[in-house]
């Protein structure tokens, strides 16, 4: 659970809980690394997989990677990079992934990095189709095997879609845009309007879209 806000102004935490018999109890606190300064905004986005747990620090554009020891969780690397870094992450097994809904001109991208044994490195960089800019395609993400969703809530005037992509094992290449369609039980009536932002938040395995402002 993040709390970018929490102690020195914006510094942040993460707090990890388990399930001991029929309750959660806190397990572990993830504290902004080093002296925990103002505006980093630690714990803007988590994830978690197994022994593996990752920490979004957006406003430093940053993200952080730690590892469940047997005894305690212990920081494995910091990345750092630009465009609103660390907004969004998830980990799957041995991957994460990051997106940056405003680099590269504000076309943005996610970015996925790979367990190599002695670091986190770099293996593909997703980027859409359209990419026309502030389209905020980055603000959500998620990962499941050879799959991930992305999120461009603010394409289309802010209609927003999602995008799935796949990796073949050497390539990710983008496989569907998805948008909202509204429907009846006589079918479909229409797309979703202006502002509806669907793509805000993203699951994968089954693909699951939520839309942030519908008026429905």
């Known amino acids: 659970v993040g709390a970018p806000h929490l102690g020195t102004p914006n510094a942040g935490s993460a707090t990890i809980f388990q399930r001991l018999g029929e309750s959660w109890t806190q397990a572990a606190r993830l504290s902004a690394p080093g002296a925990g300064s103002a505006f980093q905004g630690f714990g803007g986005s988590v994830g978690i997989d197994v022994d593996t747990a990752i920490v979004g620090s957006s406003f430093e554009n940053a993200v952080y990677i730690y590892r469940f020891n047997g005894l305690t969780w212990v920081q494995e690397q910091r990345i750092a990079g630009s465009g609103s870094f660390g907004t969004s992450v998830a980990v799957d097994g041995n991957r994460v992934i990051v997106g940056a809904p405003t680099c590269n001109d504000n076309r943005a991208a996610a970015l996925i990095y790979t367990d190599t044994g002695p670091s986190w490195t770099l293996t593909a960089t997703l980027r859409y ?6 389209d905020r395609f980055g603000g959500a993400v998620d990962l499941s095997g050879a799959h991930a969703i992305v999120g ?3 394409e289309a005037g802010g209609r ?3 995008y799935l992509f796949e990796d073949d094992g050497t390539t990710w290449s983008q ?5 909202l369609v509204l429907t009846s039980p006589a079918g479909p009536v229409g797309q979703q309007d202006l502002g509806d932002q669907f793509g ?4 994968g395995g089954r693909v699951f879209v939520g839309t942030n402002n519908d008026g429905l």
Request: proline residues 0%.
């Open 175 to 179: 496989q569907d845009r998805l948008v």
């Open 160 to 162: 927003g879609a999602a």
């Open 200 to 203: 805000f938040s993203v699951a």
């Open 152 to 154: 461009a809530y603010n």
């Open 129 to 134: 189709a359209l990419g026309t800019g502030n």
